[in-house]
């Protein structure tokens, strides 16, 4: 398992950016190799998908409610991903978390939580009205 730490949350208003960061750390491997996704979790709600990248940063795919606002992207030299956010809405106030799947081929992303063994801490954003 690769160890992650996520950063780049914080409190925002309707219409604003953020950039969230997810960084490997520690004594790991490159997160080069693996499936990288964000995911968040509002209070009271199930952990959902946000959006997925491959290996190389040729596929990629996002939850309908962000596509258009946010993007994801990856930085295999610096071993980070990184999701921007941007006309952020009240309805995307959640913990964010970033999560890596070191089983999938080089071609493809997944939705599915249980399909990532990596998981960071979380961050949290919140979008004020």
């Known amino acids: 398992q690769v160890q992650l730490v996520e950063s780049g949350g914080g409190l925002v208003q309707a219409g604003d950016s953020l950039r969230l960061s997810c960084a490997s750390s520690?004594?790991?491997?490159?997160?080069?190799?693996?499936?990288m996704g964000w995911f968040r979790q509002a209070p009271g709600k199930e952990r959902e998908f946000v959006a997925a990248?491959?290996?190389?940063?040729?596929?990629?795919d996002y939850v309908d409610s962000v596509k258009g606002r946010f993007t994801i992207s990856r930085d295999n030299a610096k071993n980070t991903v990184y999701l921007q956010m941007n006309s952020l809405k009240p309805e995307d106030t959640a913990v964010y978390y970033c999560?890596?799947?070191?089983?999938?081929?080089?071609?493809?992303?997944?939705?599915?939580?249980?399909?990532?063994?990596?998981w960071g801490q979380g961050t949290q954003v919140t979008v004020s009205s």
């Open positions: 520690g004594r790991t491997f490159s997160i080069s190799y693996y499936t």
């Open positions: 990248i491959n290996w190389r940063g040729d596929g990629i």
């Open positions: 999560a890596a799947d070191s089983r999938r081929a080089y071609w493809s992303t997944s939705r599915t939580l249980y399909d990532y063994n990596s």
